[in-house]
């Protein structure tokens, strides 16, 4: 079984295009292993049919559909999240829950994946980690609604979250193979200074020598020794260990940096290589990766909630003074999380206020678009078909996005799927599953009518 959907298009059947149609070029989505291809067809097609200039967020549209499993994609007493993102939604469906409750642009939801290819999975890292963290902490989250409630509590949690992410950004300033690299120099430090003043005469001044040439005179590692030890860390020859690999793309290495190896490499660099160091740290990427976790987006807002869990209202507050920015980014995430965890009308759109407060700003704002109206055409017999088939013409040759949802089996069948797997009665796990497609070129030929698919 296959279902042509057709979005705000109301015409009569024309039986052939007499020339190309190509539509204008759609961007393209990364699903990335989250189930939104619905979603992610759903919003090309109202880009290219309502002429936006950018596709709306198909994530948002992930969450607030409903689906067969509406009730486990929010956070709730009974319950907690199995699954915040939709899988085997109807494109007609998201459609209608995008005229109903509204729809931000992509850029409002910046985990959406639009016009880049993502081969670290970011987004399904970010909601896999979320949905792990809200279940795992479900009871003590909810226990925090009495706090959330209390303005002397809150104030202090306010201002505790405020200095810790004052904090971070001073880490955050610098892009993650930078990081490490002044991680790395300034353990070097450390060591070169002890031994500065344990030498004397000549050794002395070897090590003088290398420090000189290692820091300014704030202390802080010069443009080259930082060069350097980004060229060292992509050159040399350790393979890849546990969770290090997901940064190697970052890194732009496949290895494991030795450090001891990077004192002899610096040495000879600066022709001091009689200057023999005994160096204590050897392998410390692993340690220098988890201290950047706070500025990885796809740990960002867990580790912002597991704060406010377990340490917001226990400290004691600073008295230094902190930018407004910053008390003001901490007051939205607790208004988030109260928001989240309190009984409410729209608990889907509370999840998108948790993730994205950006995106949640502009749904109400796109709500009751008039042009949001779907028609779908399902195909489950050769008369049907042919409808359909004349039906994808007349759309593309009038220059309308259509799009197509059909069984996976099709794409690698060699031989007669049985559909009825796919129907709605029917889980999708005995072969295959749905999948949604945009139609987005109309080629007519002498031998066959052409029709280009976006995936």
């Known amino acids: 079984m296959a279902l042509v959907v057709l979005l705000a298009s109301f015409l009569s059947l024309a039986q052939t295009c007499p020339s190309e149609k190509v539509l204008p070029s759609l961007p393209v989505h990364d699903q990335d292993g989250v189930g939104s291809c619905a979603s992610n067809t759903a919003a090309l097609m109202m880009q290219h049919n309502l002429g936006l200039s950018e596709s709306p967020s198909y994530l ?4 607030t559909t409903s689906g067969q499993e509406k009730a486990d994609f929010y956070f709730n007493d009974d319950k907690g999240v199995r699954r915040i993102f939709n899988w085997g939604a109807h494109i007609c469906e998201v ?26 999975r970011e987004q399904a890292a970010v909601l896999n980690s979320l949905t792990e963290y809200l279940n795992s902490n479900r009871a ?37 193979n930078e990081f490490i690299s002044r991680r790395a120099l ?3 430090k450390v060591v070169i200074q002890a031994k500065i003043q344990a030498s004397t005469g000549p050794e002395k001044t070897k090590y003088q020598t290398m420090y000189n040439q290692t820091f300014n005179a704030q202390g802080e590692p010069t443009a080259r020794a930082l060069a350097f030890h980004q060229d060292f860390i992509r050159s040399t020859g350790h393979q890849l260990l546990g969770e290090e690999k997901s940064a190697r793309l970052t890194l732009g290495t496949t290895s494991l940096p030795d450090e001891s190896l990077f004192v002899v490499w610096w040495g000879n660099e600066l022709k001091l290589s009689q200057a023999r160091l005994q160096y204590p740290y050897r392998n410390m990427f692993q340690s220098d990766h988890a201290a950047y976790a706070p500025c990885r987006q796809e740990g960002s807002l867990v580790e912002d909630l597991r704060f406010v869990q377990t340490q917001a209202f226990c400290r004691e507050p600073g008295q230094t003074s902190l930018p407004q920015n910053f008390l003001d980014q901490a007051q939205a995430i607790l208004s988030q999380l109260q928001d989240y965890i309190t009984p409410a009308a729209d608990p889907q759109a509370a999840m998108v206020n948790l993730i994205s407060p950006s995106c949640a700003a502009q749904m109400p704002f ?15 017999n050769l008369s049907s078909a ?58 007519p030929t002498r031998e066959a009518n052409q029709i280009k698919v976006q995936h």
Do not use: W
């Open 140 to 176: 003590s989250l909810l226990g925090l609604r009495s706090k959330l409630s209390n303005q002397q509590e809150r104030q202090r949690a306010i201002r505790n979250l405020a200095q810790r992410n004052f904090a971070n950004a001073q880490t955050c300033r610098y892009p993650f």
């Open 95 to 120: 459609i209608k829950t995008a005229k109903d409750d509204g729809y931000c642009n992509t850029s409002a939801f910046t985990l959406d994946a639009v016009g880049r290819e993502d081969p670290r």
């Open 366 to 380: 796109t709500q009751g678009n008039r042009n949001l109206t779907c028609d779908d055409l399902s195909i489950n």
């Open 60 to 63: 948002q549209l992930s969450l």
């Open 386 to 443: 042919r409808r359909a088939t004349q039906r994808i013409y007349s759309e593309l040759c009038r220059g309308k996005a259509v799009a197509i949802s059909m069984c996976t089996g099709f794409f690698k069948a060699t031989g007669p799927v049985n559909s009825n797997y796919c129907e709605d009665d029917v889980p999708c796990v005995q072969g295959h599953g749905r999948h949604a497609l945009n139609l987005v070129r109309y080629s």
């Open 186 to 188: 300034q353990r070097f």
